[in-house]
């Protein structure tokens, strides 16, 4: 047996949870889903020991499965996930929704990633109605007709807020900035890095999004004037006023099939994305979802906004990190460790920015490349970092 789970903010919760409480539930069923840390805490695969699981992120909650084999990590792009779903029969698919319209159709609220790709293809559909979910436009309904069983719940969203940005990360964020011009049309992730680096935008004027996520800063710079074009994304990820902003006009929400589509993207002139990264290596290749050699996360859409940046007329592909780990290692490399799995080519990355600048990729030669990113690394690592890449270079 096959089943599609929602996740972010429209994952199901109390489905998930009493799944948890009946094991047997899940004797030989293989659950599939968009799972993603931190927001998505469980893992499917522990709820029966004959139970599976497939990921496209590895939770640190998945890890036990993962090593004990019970779970698929698939490396897919986002866009390529969707298509999976598409191809994918699902005995169930487990999702949120808002309660219907007059119509008698559930929006899916602030999470219409993928869930219309499983919905398309499931058997039959499980699903949460929950009261607080607001309704939005963009992504047409889940007929309630569809539904073959409901449960009625009135629970808040998962809230998320990103703290205060550190001396560190503000210097990032202003380097960042500094690269956004008036009329650009933004993609940017989640966490402390990105809301910092919109919070930076403040007094840039028609500013707009074609992202698969936005977070309160998207609000509060649309509010402040800076964002007066559209914005498009797939989920909406922070506090009870941005979901309350998003059941109005200013957000059209779509499936991960428009937001991730190379074509779509690339039609946004002045199109900059921007994503953070673990490390980065003297050749411009971009480490973001491996940790010391283990899987630690999923690439997302990280390659699918990258080379759309490339592609649009006037586009530019940021990558933003801090320049050491705690100060204690350095993450600008001259190699990348064993087993570090590359998510962004050298080919594709135009800028990358950490406290101490930038360093500016796109058409420059391998000398230039490694000279400038060991001018953005800490400068208690430069020394060493120049050295090795000499060693690297009479190799080559």
Known sequence: ???????????????????????????????????????????????????????????????????????DFLPMNYSAIYRHFESQAFDLALIQVAPPDEEGNCSLGIATDFAPAALGRAKRVLAEVN??????????????????????????????????ANAETRAIAGHVAGLIEDGACLQIGIGQLPAAILSALGDRRRLSMHTGMIVDQVRDLALAGAMSGPILTGVALGTRALYDWCAGPAVTFATTAVTHDLRRIAANPGFVSINGALAVDLFGQVVSESLRGRQASGIGGFADFQRGARLAP?????????????????????????????????????????????????GASLEARAERLIAIAAPQFRDELAAQWREIRSRL
Request: net charge positive; proline share 10%; aromatic share 6%.
């Open 1 to 71: 047996m096959r089943v599609f789970v929602q996740g972010l903010a429209g994952e199901p919760a109390p489905i998930l949870q009493a799944l948890a409480a009946a094991p047997e539930a899940s004797r030989g069923v293989t659950y599939s889903g968009a799972l993603v840390p931190p927001v998505n805490r469980r893992d499917p695969a522990a709820f029966h020991p004959q139970a599976r699981a497939e990921a496209f992120f590895l939770t640190p909650e998945m890890r036990p499965s993962f090593e004990a084999g019970r779970i």
């Open 131 to 164: 009261r607080r979910m607001p309704r939005t436009r963009g992504v047409a309904g889940v007929p309630l007709s569809r539904i073959d069983c409901a449960i009625e719940t009135d629970r808040p969203l998962p809230e998320f807020e990103f703290g205060k």
């Open 314 to 362: 006037g586009g530019r592909s940021i990558v933003a990190l801090p320049a050491t780990a705690g100060g204690k290692a350095s993450r600008i490399v001259a190699r990348h460790e064993p087993g570090a799995v590359v998510s962004g080519a050298r080919v594709d990355v135009d800028l990358v920015a950490t406290e101490h600048g930038v360093a500016r990729l796109a």
